[in-house]
């Protein structure tokens, strides 16, 4: 089945630092990937959907200059939360679609960041 | 109102009940729905597709309403390995297709 790989599995950094993650799909192309942000006990939150080859499309509410996103390959979505502050820290996933209509999709393992 | 609703439990259940959980959605123009599974700090895995016809995997049922727009989960004879949360997950055609989460159902089933 449809394999999304999400690197790296946990972050800690220091604030007004930058963190990347990275989000490839395995065995499918992805022309489009979705980011989320979950905090503790709530649901998953849609920030932003990835195209590869065009600019990401922010859900409203969402930094496009804070989180930059970058889709340059079919297989590889990045994430880069810039300028990271403590109230970023959550955990991040990404999932990828390898069709479309009634088909579900497949998330990363996730991505949980800590901002000190 | 939210896009897509659940109740978030918790439910607390024994060992080989039967447990329901019930989403509903309110936007007409969803067009996919699933269930998918969430254990603590992982990442949430598809659980099942839901067809308006209704489908069975094993010990899950789900069920799709249309005119009253919620689906529905039916566990049967719970097992412990079936603690988690479950996420009412709404796929709406505007064109493009975007995804929406319902908050999640915890589900504790103890011995």
Known sequence: GAVVSQHPSWVICKSGTSVKIECRSLDFQATTMFWYRQFPKQSLMLMATSNEGSKATYE????????????ASLTLSTLTVTSAHPEDSSFYICSASAGQGIDGYTFGSGTRLTVV | RKEVEQD??????????????????????????????????????????????????????????????????????????DSATYLCVVKINTGGFKTIFGAGTRLFVKA
């Not at chain 2, 936007?27 to 209704?54: H, I, T």
């Not at chain 2, 789900?62 to 009253?68: D, E, F, I, T, Y």
């Open chain 2, 8 to 81: 978030p439990g918790p439910f607390n259940v024994p060992e080989g009940a039967t447990v329901a959980f019930n989403c509903t959605y309110s936007n007409s123009a969803s067009q996919s729905f699933f269930w998918y599974r969430q254990d603590c700090r992982k990442e949430p895995k598809l659980l099942m597709s839901v067809y308006s016809s209704g489908n069975e995997d094993g010990r899950f049922t789900a069920q799709l309403n249309r005119a009253s727009q919620y689906i529905s989960l039916l566990i049967r004879d719970s097992k412990l390995s």
């Open chain 1, 60 to 71: 409203q509410g969402v930094e496009k200059d804070k989180f930059l996103i970058n889709h």
